[in-house]
């Protein structure tokens, strides 16, 4: 007997088989237990979702001379006869070789003589999309006024072709894509029936590549079964058969990345193609990770969106903590690109090299995000005393010691708290200093006594038991931060938190933060304090060695003697 492939073997006869569709199947058995059988249906969806699949569980159950609990016996002489195709019941065209006025025309000569065994005739339409207009115009009158023995299950993967007017007289039930959990419980129950030795983490990639599709993850799975048969199917296999790359490979070229070190990352591409990797499947994985990456830093709540392997999810976390969200959505953008242009290519190595270059060198494009990556760069460079062509370079005096008591540097924000890097929004919150909450998100009573020098040193000292009372994610993110205040100025109220790592950037001009700390503080102290956000490696870009030693200092630094201020009356 000649082999069977997995999908075709494993296709489910039952309702209680079908997988990931319960609130199509749920909807379908009470139909046909209730007696209250439709004239018309459309499956919507995407491939391998189960559309014909349930159409012919549909089409037995209908006919059966036994149903149980609304599924078809499949013992009784109708779900023998419809099951191996033998039935003049059911009748199955593909509409994508039957698309003409012509085919619909026979149906419509054919649907006049009921059927000569069972309930009814069944037309199962594939593919239906593909119909003429002529086609879909002879199919209308059908399917409006039809014999009461007669039902049409209409399937698709593009609903939106389809005329308003044979939507309108159809049950559209919608297919979804069926969950990854899903697809490997189902993989894991096949091997055990089919006794192969699988890994669980092969298993689960298999279901990741099959992108909600039950018969596109049987397909690769059947794939990777014949080429190690008879031998244990492990994570590294699948890989290997499928072309695919393992996440650490992205990570290490990310991290070669963001350190631009163009010439090891296109040395890690070169060993990806002497070891058969296929670069365009590679593209897509590259932006699906850094698409996690992106949802890691979005939000607090997106681990169980994610679906990885506690051990991935920390790497993922590590790399988050790397790279601001504008970095991140350029890189997206860059690839995202590629994806759409490699699959037609002839170079696809090259045209992958000009990415990563892309990627290292933001001078080699002119959006916005490449011309703020520019900046940053040239900043950081500044900052560590590398020489920059067109630019002075600042005194060598201007280097002073790291002392940092968490006092705040009033000469980079001025005595009146305008901040010269206000204007690129960092540090500040929602809406600007004057912020005012609006009417569903009310702004919380603080003491009208703003807090002095003194009260700030306070905050810093007790900072532990602050943090405490904040909200989980919120409070991991403020136990790594530094904070810092205006030493100099007594009506400076400003409480600067100063976060270590990229992973906060979220915070950043989060105004309900910004509230729920303020209001702990006044808490505390009874004192009213202005809470502003930034970034570590911002601070560092605009501020250099000089952020924490006070303004009398700097000067003793220059000039070498006491200073004293004399008293202008």
Same mark, same amino acid.
């Given at each position: 007997m000649s082999y069977?492939?997995?999908?075709?073997?494993?296709?489910?006869?039952? +309702?209680?088989?079908?997988?990931?569709?319960?609130?199509?199947?749920?909807?379908?058995?009470?139909?046909?237990?209730?007696?209250?059988?439709?004239?018309? /249906?459309? +499956?919507?969806?995407?491939?391998?979702?189960?559309?014909?699949?349930?159409?012919k569980i549909l089409a037995r159950a209908v006919n059966c001379e036994h149903p149980v609990d609304g599924n078809p016996c499949n013992e009784c002489a109708s779900c023998r006869a419809i099951a191996s195709g033998a039935s003049m019941n059911v009748i199955e065209i593909d509409a994508a070789s039957n698309n003409g006025v012509d085919n619909i025309r026979e149906i419509r000569e054919e649907v006049a003589y009921p059927p000569t065994e069972g309930r009814y005739k069944v037309y199962i339409i594939d593919e239906v999309h593909m119909l003429s207009i002529g086609a879909f115009n002879a199919l209308l009158k059908t399917l409006e006024e039809p014999p009461s023995y007669v039902i049409f299950i209409l399937a698709t993967t593009e609903a939106h072709k389809i005329p308003v007017t044979i939507l309108s007289r159809c049950q559209r039930y919608d297919f979804r894509r069926i969950s990854q959990e899903t697809i490997l419980k189902r993989l894991e129950d096949l091997m055990e029936k089919e006794q192969v030795d699988a890994e669980e983490k092969a298993l689960r990639y298999v279901a990741k590549k099959g992108d909600g599709s039950m018969?596109?993850?049987?397909?690769?799975?059947?794939?990777?079964?014949? +080429?190690?048969?008879?031998?244990?199917?492990?994570? $590294?296999?699948?890989?290997?058969?499928?072309?695919?790359?393992?996440?650490?490979?992205f990570s290490e070229l990310l991290r070669l990345v963001l350190a631009e070190q163009i010439t090891d990352a296109i040395a890690l591409l070169d060993r990806l193609i002497l070891d058969g990797r296929d670069l365009t499947q590679f593209v897509n994985d590259f932006t699906w990770y850094l698409r996690n990456l992106m949802l890691l830093k979005a939000s607090d709540d997106m681990e169980d969106i994610l679906d990885i392997s506690t051990e991935n999810l920390a790497q993922l976390r590590e790399e988050a903590a790397m790279i601001r969200n504008d970095t991140l959505m350029r890189f997206i953008r860059i690839f995202s690109e590629l994806a759409n242009s490699i699959r037609y290519s002839v170079n696809k190595r090259v045209m992958l090299e000009m990415a990563l270059i892309k990627l290292c060198k933001p001078e080699a494009e002119k959006d916005e995000l490449s011309l703020i990556e520019r900046i940053r760069k040239l900043e950081r460079m500044i900052e560590q005393g590398i020489a920059v062509p067109g630019r002075m370079q600042a005194p060598s005096g201007a280097s002073a010691s790291s002392?940092?008591?968490?006092?705040? $540097?009033?000469?980079?924000?001025?005595?009146?708290?305008?901040?010269? /890097?206000?204007a690129s929004g960092v540090g500040v919150p929602a809406g600007g200093a004057g912020y005012n909450s609006?009417?569903?998100?009310?702004?919380?009573?603080?003491?009208?006594?703003?807090?002095?020098?003194?009260?700030?040193?306070?905050?810093?000292?007790?900072?532990? !038991?602050i943090i405490v009372e904040t909200s989980a994610p919120f409070r991991l993110a403020l136990a790594s931060a530094e904070v810092k205040y205006n030493a100099q100025e007594e009506n400076d109220n400003r409480l600067f938190v100063v976060f270590a790592d990229f992973l906060a950037e979220r915070?950043? !001009?989060?105004? $309900?933060?910004?509230?729920?700390?303020?209001?702990?503080?006044?808490?505390?102290?009874?004192?009213?304090?202005?809470v502003r956000f930034m970034l570590a490696a911002d601070e560092g870009a605009h501020r250099g060695k000089l952020a924490s030693i006070d303004i009398d200092e700097r000067i003793r630094e220059f000039i070498h003697a006491d200073i004293e201020i004399e008293d202008e009356n």
């Open positions: 069977t492939a997995l999908y075709r073997k494993f296709r489910p006869d039952t +309702f209680e088989d079908v997988k990931g569709q319960d609130h199509i199947v749920k909807t379908l058995r009470n139909q046909i237990k209730a007696d209250r059988i439709g004239h018309a /249906y459309l +499956f919507c969806g995407t491939r391998g979702t189960g559309k014909t699949t349930v159409a018969r596109d993850s049987l397909s690769l799975l059947d794939q990777c079964i014949a +080429f190690y048969l008879g031998e244990k199917l492990t994570y $590294d296999r699948v890989l290997e058969v499928l072309g695919a790359v393992d996440t650490d490979v002392a940092d008591d968490g006092r705040w $540097d009033p000469a980079m924000y001025g005595a009146n708290g305008d901040s010269r /890097y206000a609006t009417a569903g998100n009310p702004e919380p009573l603080l003491p009208t006594a703003k807090a002095a020098p003194e009260d700030l040193k306070k905050v810093k000292a007790m900072w532990k !038991n915070y950043i !001009n989060n105004a $309900d933060r910004k509230r729920e700390l303020e209001s702990i503080i006044a808490d505390k102290t009874g004192k009213q304090v202005e």
